[in-house]
């Protein structure tokens, strides 16, 4: 006390201070990790992951300035014997002291939150991988467990330490959650259950929206009751987002640039594996004009902001949409998924019940258009009123009648023009030349065959 210096035995968590002045124990205190709070580091570990606190994380403080007093005050206080004892170091462990932590209760619960999220992992269940796929083979590709780390209880542990002062390595305790299906079980479980192929062969811009979105579409893994939807997968189509300009059918009558033209053709060879694997179709609306890529009453048009295409997975268990092109102008969908739970196999045939001739050319004459004018708006198509059907095999037998599915109607559309105003008459007219002439005359069409004409889109 008279020299300003510990006493030579003193030591605070096992640093020995003894000898120096409260400013060089301080100092000496600051540089060793186990006394300082800018060294204190509270680690965790779960498995092979590891995480830490850090003192400055938790705005930690320390009684270091107390701690030093009473060692200061060691060979001078209490009783006349304590004194003498502490002097000659007589009671085992009297000269060392301990100092104490003291972490900020909301810092705390926020960064031991944090851990708790981060060694939180979601379980990854079997999935399939169809990259490199050859005649339906696939790759099972293993899950992981996923680990619940409960934050509160982890909270729990780190003050019961702190009131403690224990910070050696806190093992953290987490749930285990096993995928539902192990690979085998998926292996064992998936099968093609549904394909079906269109030749796209068209022009460049066309095929290049074929195979993009056949791209964007292929590997889709759908989840038991969950519902795909094409129009959500591939986006809004626009020339920002890279698909190409090629013709899509507007207003049920015409043919028009957009972008993503063509894409109805995805939606109608998704649809044709959707029927023969027997899932559930919850939305689906047929072309105006019968396509030349599908039977009539097997289409399926969208388009950016309706119509739509949607189908539900029924099964148990994921489902797989396989999306391919084969370089020869063919673009197949592939249904992967748990067997038919009846062990069917399905057959898809159209009827044409009816057909109708679109009625004569019409024509409309625009006085803002020019003399000469000529715009077409609208096409020669025949209507046609087409049933669907699906029928049910097993072993190669027929099982039970065939099942009535839709009625499809598509509308018979008469060739229609725009045209300008007729040229106006000399003043000084040939006498020769007929007044009766009919000035729309060569916009009649000419005669079609008895079949029907097919979209592009």
Same mark, same amino acid.
């Given at each position: 006390m008279k020299n300003g210096v510990f006493h030579e035995s003193i030591t605070v968590n096992g640093v020995n201070i003894g000898g120096m002045t409260v400013s060089e124990a301080k100092e000496a205190l600051n540089a060793d990790d186990a006394t300082s709070v800018s060294g204190f580091k509270l680690e965790f570990k779960l498995d092979d992951r590891k995480w830490s606190i850090?003192?400055?994380?938790?705005?930690?403080?320390?009684?270091?300035?107390?701690?030093?007093?009473?060692?200061?005050?060691?060979?001078?206080?209490?009783?006349?014997?304590?004194?003498?004892?502490?002097?000659?170091?007589?009671?085992?462990?009297?000269?060392?002291?301990?100092?104490?932590?003291?972490?900020?209760e909301d810092a705390l619960k926020e960064k031991v939150e944090a851990i708790a999220k981060e060694a939180t992992v979601d379980v990854v269940e079997p999935t399939i991988?169809?990259?490199?796929?050859?005649?339906?083979? *696939?790759?099972?590709?293993?899950? $992981?467990?996923?680990?619940?780390?409960?934050?509160? $209880?982890?909270?729990?542990?780190?003050?019961? +330490?702190?009131?403690?002062?224990? *910070?050696?390595?806190?093992?953290?305790?987490?749930?285990?959650?096993?995928?539902?299906?192990?690979?085998?079980?998926?292996?064992?479980?998936?099968?093609?259950?549904?394909?079906?192929?269109?030749?796209?062969? &068209?022009?460049?811009? +066309?095929?290049?929206?074929?195979?993009?979105?056949?791209?964007?579409?292929?590997?889709?893994?759908?989840?038991?009751?969950?519902? *795909?939807?094409?129009?959500?997968?591939?986006?809004?189509?626009?020339?920002?987002?890279g698909w190409r300009g090629s013709a899509a059918i507007v207003n049920g009558a015409r043919y028009e640039i957009q972008a993503g033209g063509g894409v109805c053709q995805l939606s109608t060879t998704?649809?044709?594996?959707?029927?023969?694997?027997?899932?559930?179709?919850?939305?689906?609306?047929?072309?105006?004009?019968?396509?030349?890529?599908?039977?009539? !009453?097997?289409?399926?048009?969208?388009?950016?902001?309706?119509?739509?295409?949607?189908?539900?997975?029924? +099964?148990?268990?994921?489902?797989?949409?396989?999306?391919?092109?084969?370089?020869?102008?063919?673009?197949?969908? &592939?249904?992967?998924?748990?067997?038919?739970?009846?062990?069917?196999?399905?057959?898809?045939?159209?009827?044409?019940?009816? &057909?109708?001739?679109? !009625?004569? $050319?019409?024509?409309?004459?625009?006085? $803002?258009?020019?003399?000469?004018?000529k715009e077409k708006v609208g096409l020669y198509h025949k209507g046609y009123t087409v049933k669907v059907y699906k029928t049910y095999y097993k072993d190669g037998k027929q099982v039970g009648d065939k099942i009535y599915l839709h009625t499809d109607i598509y509308p018979a559309t008469r060739l229609a023009y725009i045209v300008g105003p007729e040229k106006k008459e000399s003043p000084t007219p040939d006498p020769s030349e007929s007044s009766d002439t009919d000035p729309t005359a060569e916009l009649e069409p000419t005669p079609t065959p008895d079949t029907p004409s097919y979209s592009l889109s």
């Open positions: 850090l003192g400055s994380e938790i705005k930690l403080s320390s009684d270091v300035n107390d701690v030093l007093q009473e060692a200061m005050l060691f060979e001078k206080s209490g009783s006349l014997y304590n004194r003498i004892a502490n002097n000659n170091g007589w009671v085992k462990g009297a000269n060392e002291f301990v100092l104490s932590f003291v972490e900020d991988d169809f990259e490199g796929e050859d005649d339906g083979d *696939f790759t099972v590709v293993d899950g $992981t467990n996923g680990y619940k780390v409960d934050a509160q $209880t982890l909270l729990d542990t780190v003050k019961a +330490r702190f009131k403690a002062q224990d *910070f050696s390595v806190i093992e953290m305790e987490a749930k285990v959650i096993e995928p539902e299906i192990s690979a085998e079980y998926l292996r064992e479980n998936t099968e093609l259950i549904g394909t079906y192929t269109t030749d796209y062969r &068209s022009n460049s811009d +066309r095929m290049y929206n074929i195979e993009k979105g056949s791209a964007i579409i292929n590997g889709t893994v759908i989840q038991p009751g969950e519902i *795909f939807d094409i129009n959500a997968i591939l986006g809004p189509r626009s020339y920002a987002s998704v649809y044709g594996a959707v029927l023969r694997a027997d899932l559930e179709v919850v939305e689906r609306t047929p072309h105006t004009f019968p396509s030349d890529y599908a039977p009539m !009453g097997q289409d399926a048009t969208i388009s950016t902001g309706g119509p739509e295409f949607k189908f539900k997975n029924t +099964r148990d268990m994921p489902i797989y949409v396989v999306m391919k092109v084969d370089g020869k102008g063919h673009v197949t969908t &592939s249904i992967y998924g748990p067997p038919h739970p009846d062990g069917y196999t399905v057959e898809i045939t159209s009827v044409t019940v009816s &057909s109708k001739e679109p !009625g004569p $050319t019409k024509i409309t004459v625009d006085e $803002t258009k020019p003399a000469g004018y």
